[in-house]
């Protein structure tokens, strides 16, 4: 059986079904690429490289450190804050608990951010001023 | 036993009578075929664009670069060079860095003139030019005022203090000489600080550096100075929210959205860094020319071509107010929003449709 021949002899139901799976799998490609909703999450960054990942639904402390300065991470109950700062001012610590956003530490250069691609997709923005 | 089968569980299969096992393994193993290649070329293809996102502390703030580019691999020089690119302003222009020739020029206020880079060279030039068209309500050596307050011990200085400096603010004391590529400051004791400036300017170059590398569209924020080019890989413009200066919770942080396209943004609050004393607002944004925090605005967001103007200018228009701010935007020809201190938004005429507000905000 020849392409030509397979052609000829399919009917216009035929055609749509498969119609129909060329469209199923365009929808699922684009569907597990950009629209399967991600969990918020918290990420940690010294020297913009991704050090640590957590997500926000489960308490713990962590220890985070680079060669400038160390301070502690806690999550609990889905907000995060940092503590124990070795930096003289703090003022990291002074941000408190965060649910939404990033706490920066400048001595040591790490940032602790909370938020993940379905709150970008949320907010619709690529950048916010202000 | 299959052609029965045919026959009775499908709506098609009812009408074609040449249905057959054969035919059927034919279309499947077509379409698997066809998926495995369009997934193939979904995520192998050298050509396709995507997103990169990078963040990094400079300039004592967040840097966030978002660049569009067919490989990691050219996104991530692209970056890494904008990057350093920013790195380098921070330690030419960095207030708080004695090595930085900013606070050379400042050591040697009243005294003699410093040599200084192509770049401070610049950036000065277009902030003596912001200060010559707001009449000073930008004033980059606004300095000696700034250091008197404190706004994280929350330290207001005294009024006589207040008064005692406001001799040594002054932009037309700054001297530029092109030739020499050198900066003085005319009296002792004057400070210059660029930060109303430096950020926006960061962008640019930043973005400048970008385009070199061959990138076709991307986003620069250094913390809030925002400059974007090109459109994204979806085709779409970049989208900024605008804060609120007023957030209560969660929801309502962004006042609206702007689509930003060869253009920059930046906006100046009072809600940045502040302290209340009495039910009173103390912030960062200065007076120039009375030493106090200017008290007509809660927030004002500035688009320009350049990210030095939106970011100097967002300073001079919340210094001016609602009224005379929109007259001089209108002047240079930039777009903005204003919230002045009632809360009530100000919007040049060129962006009122490409702006949108938040409901909740």
Request: net charge positive; glycine share 8%; with cysteine.
């Amino acid at each position: 059986m020849n392409l030509k021949e397979t052609v000829n002899g399919t009917t216009l139901g035929d055609r749509l079904l498969f119609i129909l799976l060329l469209l199923v799998s365009f929808t699922g490609i684009i569907f597990i690429k950009d629209v399967l909703p991600q969990s918020r999450d918290v990420t940690i960054e010294a020297e913009g490289k991704l050090t640590h990942r957590y997500p926000l639904d489960t308490d713990r402390r962590v220890e985070v450190g680079s060669p400038r300065g160390r301070f502690t991470v806690e999550i609990k109950d889905r907000k995060v804050r940092v503590t124990e700062a070795s930096c003289p001012n703090k003022l990291c610590e002074l941000q408190g608990w965060i649910s939404r956003g990033v706490i920066i530490c400048l001595p040591a250069g790490i940032t602790v951010t909370v938020g993940g691609t379905e709150e970008q997709k949320d907010r619709k923005v690529d950048a916010i001023t202000g | 036993m299959m052609k029965q089968f045919a026959v009775h569980s499908s709506q098609f299969a009812v009408r074609s009578s040449q249905f057959t096992a054969k035919k059927m393994l034919f279309f499947f193993l077509l379409t698997t075929f066809y998926l495995l290649l369009s997934t193939f070329l979904y995520s192998c293809s050298p050509k396709k664009e995507s997103l990169y996102r990078k963040t990094m502390i400079l300039m004592d703030t967040l840097v966030t670069i978002h660049v569009v580019a067919d490989s990691e691999k050219t996104a991530d020089r692209a970056m890494t060079g904008a990057f350093e690119e920013i790195g380098k302003l921070d330690t030419l222009l960095n207030f708080f860095s004695d090595k930085s020739e900013v606070s050379m020029i400042n050591r040697n206020a009243g005294s003699s003139g410093v040599r200084v880079s192509p770049e401070t060279f610049e950036v000065i030039e277009k902030a003596v030019y912001a200060s010559e068209k707001s009449g000073g309500a930008f004033d980059a050596t606004v300095g000696p005022e700034s250091s008197l307050w404190n706004f994280v011990t929350k330290v207001k200085p005294k009024d006589k203090a207040i008064r005692e400096k406001l001799g040594l603010v002054n932009y037309k004391l700054i001297v530029l000489d092109q030739e020499k590529s050198t900066v003085e400051l005319r009296k002792k004791g004057m400070i210059m600080d660029l930060g109303a400036i430096a950020k926006g300017y960061a962008a640019d170059r930043a973005v400048g550096v970008l385009k070199r590398h061959g990138i076709k569209s991307g986003l620069v924020a250094v913390a809030g100075d925002i400059r974007a080019f090109g459109l994204k890989q979806d085709g779409k413009p970049w989208r900024v929210g605008i804060r609120n200066p007023r957030q209560k919770g969660e929801d309502d942080e962004i006042l609206a959205t702007i689509e930003l396209r060869d253009m920059a943004i930046s906006s100046s609050g009072d809600y940045e860094r502040f302290f209340v004393i009495d039910g009173e607002r103390f912030h960062h944004i200065l007076d120039p020319r009375t030493g106090y925090p200017a008290r007509s605005c809660q927030s004002v967001s500035v688009m320009a071509q350049d990210g030095a103007s939106a970011d100097s200018f967002s300073t001079a228009v919340f210094v001016l107010g609602p009224v005379k701010g929109m007259n001089l935007l209108q002047q240079m020809g930039f777009e903005g929003l204003i919230v002045d201190k009632e809360g009530k938004i100000h919007v040049t005429p060129g962006i009122k449709d490409k702006i949108e507000f938040k409901r909740n905000s």
